[in-house]
């Protein structure tokens, strides 16, 4: 059964429909929570959505089932990194590029996303630099580390609160197909009670049972419905989140 949800995430996750895969790889690792693929494989999910916490949390579990796993070691550097602990993600490189070979892919991508965390600190650094000179320059405050760490918390939730917003969107769009499918089999139904419909498997058609089918449908949608709710629960916490850290800026500011 696990294998069989870790198959329908990985189908989802491959169709980029990353809520979906998130869920099935879930539900996965109810029925099998010693699996550390399982872990990696909802991270990876997650980590296309920016939920960093949630593949920060995974890929520890991951790593405390299989430690030498290196894409583990790899998506937790990189969640590291969306969450601005720059640090502690090239700790995390660090230790990675000791397990292993050293032509390993995983270790060529750890390397280079360290480089790439070096550049953004190098980068940081100066643009801290400037902003107090320009301050000084102007008899302006100079700015506090409270009020860089809030400019950057606002740019990361924005951009999670777009993303979560696009696959709302999707998900609402899905909704409104199911719902159109059932109802022309509906009206093909009452007025063909014998009507026969297939399904496309590969190159093939199957004859399918039409209640069955209409049965898939309906739970089809609830579980899209579901997932929409989970969306917009997710955008409206982001939503206020924007506001909360707007409002702490310009407090800062005045």
């Known amino acids: 059964m696990a ?5 329908e995430g ?3 996750y491959k169709a980029r429909d990353f809520s979906t895969a998130v869920n099935l790889y879930s539900e996965a690792i109810d029925l099998d929570p010693e699996n550390h ?15 960093f916490e949630d593949v920060a ?12 796993f290196i894409k583990a070691h790899l998506r937790l550097a990189t969640a590291l990194e969306g969450l601005k602990k720059h640090d502690e993600a090239l700790e995390v490189i660090s230790k990675a590029l000791k397990i292993g070979k050293d032509g390993d892919k995983g270790k060529k991508e750890l390397k280079k996303l360290a480089a790439k965390i070096k550049r953004v600190k190098i980068s940081e650094d100066k643009s801290s630099r400037r902003a107090v000179e320009r301050a000084l320059m102007s008899g302006s405050d100079v700015p506090t580390k409270d009020l860089v760490k809030l400019q950057e918390e606002l740019t990361r939730v924005v951009t999670q609160a777009g993303k ?4 709302l969107d999707l998900k609402a769009t899905d909704i ?7 109802h022309q089999l509906e009206v093909l139904l009452d007025k063909s009670p014998d009507a026969v419909t297939y399904k496309s498997v590969g190159r093939m058609f199957v004859k399918q049972e039409n209640q069955s089918l209409l049965s898939n449908i309906s739970q089809n949608r609830s579980k899209m ?4 709710t989970t969306l917009a629960k997710a955008y409206e916490h982001f939503t206020n989140k924007i506001k909360s850290t707007r409002e702490s800026l310009g407090e800062l500011q005045r």
Do not use: G, H, M
């Open 3 to 7: 294998e069989a949800k870790k198959a």
């Open 10 to 12: 990985n189908a989802a």
């Open 37 to 51: 693929l399982l872990y990696s494989n909802r991270a990876a999910a997650n980590l296309v959505l920016e939920n």
């Open 57 to 68: 949390q995974d890929c520890k579990k991951c790593l405390e089932l299989e430690p030498d």
């Open 164 to 167: 979560i917003k696009r696959d």
């Open 176 to 182: 409104k197909r199911a719902d159109l499918t059932r």
């Open 225 to 228: 419905e579901s997932e929409a």
